[in-house]
């Protein structure tokens, strides 16, 4: 790793001191770090150097975190008994008060609270794992419902279009299918 981590975690608005900072995770888009804080009592950070080959638009996509989630904040708020700090992403604003920077490589950064003792799956291999799954995917996509203004910045094109993917997923069918027919052919 090039980047200075140190020097990246310095330039947000963190609360506690840089310690460490290890690889995190197993995500295949971004690269991520645990920051570990000197201060016990202080929160811990994920640092991710943003992957700006495939979202092309950085501050568009941090503009879509902000709105999401400030919207779930803003509805937590008002539900007793919440966790902010667990039941939804706390994005740390930088010195310069965005929520990411840019370093000297041309690098894009982002830094959340990390959510300490948490789980999470890579596979759902039980029903009891889709049905939770589901119903917090549900709990997300209803307290969106009534997310104001104009639509979140299509981050990559088409990526959520089902229909777009169906028929991406038809044509590959019809080719694999004409290629096999023509080897039939052959015989």
């Not at 939804?88 to 609270?113: A, F, H, P, Q, T």
Request: charged share 30%; glycine share 6%; aromatic share 10%.
């Amino acid at each position: 790793m090039d980047a200075d981590l140190k020097d990246i975690f310095d330039q947000f608005r963190a609360d506690g001191t840089f310690e460490s900072a290890v690889p995190y995770g197993n995500g295949h888009i971004h690269d991520t770090f645990l920051v570990i804080t000197n201060e016990k009592e202080k929160d811990d950070y994920i640092l991710q150097r943003l992957n700006n080959r495939i979202f092309k638009n950085i501050p568009q996509l941090q503009n879509n975190i902000e709105r999401v989630t400030g919207h779930l904040r803003s509805k937590l708020t008002a539900i007793p008994g919440s966790d902010l700090k667990r039941e939804c992403l706390n994005l740390v604003n930088s010195l310069d008060g965005k929520s990411w920077i840019v370093d000297k490589e041309k690098n894009y950064w982002r830094m959340y609270i990390f959510i300490s003792d948490h789980r999470s799956y890579n596979i759902v291999d039980s029903p009891d794992k889709a049905f939770e799954g589901g119903k917090a995917i549900g709990r997300f996509q209803a307290m969106l419902s009534d997310l104001d203004g104009e639509p979140l910045f299509e981050t990559i094109p088409w990526f959520h279009d089902i229909e777009k993917r169906l028929e991406t997923f038809y044509d590959k069918i019809k080719q694999i299918l004409s290629i096999v027919l023509n080897l039939l052919k052959m015989r």
